[in-house]
C-alpha cells in the first residue's frame, strides 16, 4: 500500500511504499490487550511493603500468664491482632512482570501499525528538520496537519532542535524509532512516521 509523504509545512512530498505484512494486517484486539498489560505490568513499581511480626520493633515478653487470667492466651505484642503488630499476608515487594513470548510482542507492533494505518490515522512525514527549536512555530505547523494527539516516531535519533520544540506541546510524544511501542501508539489518536521510521521498521521485520 502507498501512502502520501507530507512535510511539517503540509506540503505533498511524493509517496511512499508501506509493505502489507506490517501495515495491512487485520487488527487483533486480544493481541494488543496482551501486549498492553505486558507492558503496564513490567514497568509497575511493585514496590508496596507491609512489616510482618518479624520485622516490627517491640518486646516479645509475654504479656501475662498463660493460666488463671480468664483471658485469651497471647505471647508477644507483635501479633497481628494488635494495634501496633505486624501484618499478616500483607504486601511484599515484588515484580509484576510476566513472559509474553517475542513473536506474539513483534506481532502486536504490527497490529498496532496496522490499525493505524485502517483507521486512517497514520501520517507518514518527509522529515522532522526544523530551522530553530520553537515550540510556538512548531505547534502552528502541527495544527495546519491537524496533529493535537499524536505519536511522532523519528530515524535512529530525534533532531535536537525538534525534541526541544515538541517537549511542550501538550498530548505530543516524540520517541526514535527504537522507542516505538504498542501502549504509545494506541494512547495516541494519530501516529507520524518519519521516512526513515518506515525504512528502519521495513528493515526491522524483514
Not at 505486558?38 to 511493603?49: F, M
Not at 515484588?94 to 501520517?123: F, I, M, N, T
Amino acid at each position: 500500500m502507498d501512502l502520501k509523504v507530507t512535510t511539517l509545512d503540509g506540503k505533498a512530498d511524493g509517496t511512499v511504499a508501506l509493505p502489507a505484512e506490517i501495515f495491512g494486517l487485520e487488527p487483533r484486539a486480544d493481541i494488543l490487550h496482551r501486549m498492553v498489560r505486558w507492558q503496564l505490568a513490567k514497568r509497575q513499581a511493585g514496590t508496596h511493603k507491609t512489616k510482618t511480626r518479624g520485622e516490627i520493633s517491640a518486646t516479645t515478653k509475654k504479656m501475662y500468664n498463660q493460666k488463671g487470667t480468664g483471658r485469651a492466651r497471647h505471647g508477644a505484642k507483635t501479633a497481628p491482632q494488635f494495634r501496633g503488630g505486624g501484618k499478616a499476608f500483607g504486601p511484599v515487594v515484588r515484580s509484576h512482570a510476566h513472559d509474553l513470548p517475542k513473536k506474539v510482542r513483534q506481532l502486536a507492533l504490527k497490529h498496532a501499525l496496522s490499525d493505524k494505518a485502517r483507521g486512517e490515522k497514520l501520517v507518514v512525514l518527509a522529515s522532522t528538520d526544523v530551522a530553530e527549536g520553537k515550540t510556538k512555530a512548531l505547534a502552528g505547523q502541527f495544527a495546519k496537519l491537524g496533529l493535537s494527539n499524536a505519536l511522532i516516531i523519528d530515524g535512529a535519533s530525534v533532531g535536537e532542535k525538534f525534541a526541544l520544540a515538541a517537549r511542550n506541546i501538550p498530548a505530543v510524544d516524540v520517541l526514535p524509532v527504537q522507542g516505538i511501542n504498542v501502549y504509545d501508539i494506541l494512547r495516541r489518536d494519530t501516529l507520524v512516521l518519519t521516512k526513515a521510521a518506515v525504512e528502519a521498521l521495513t528493515e526491522r521485520f524483514k
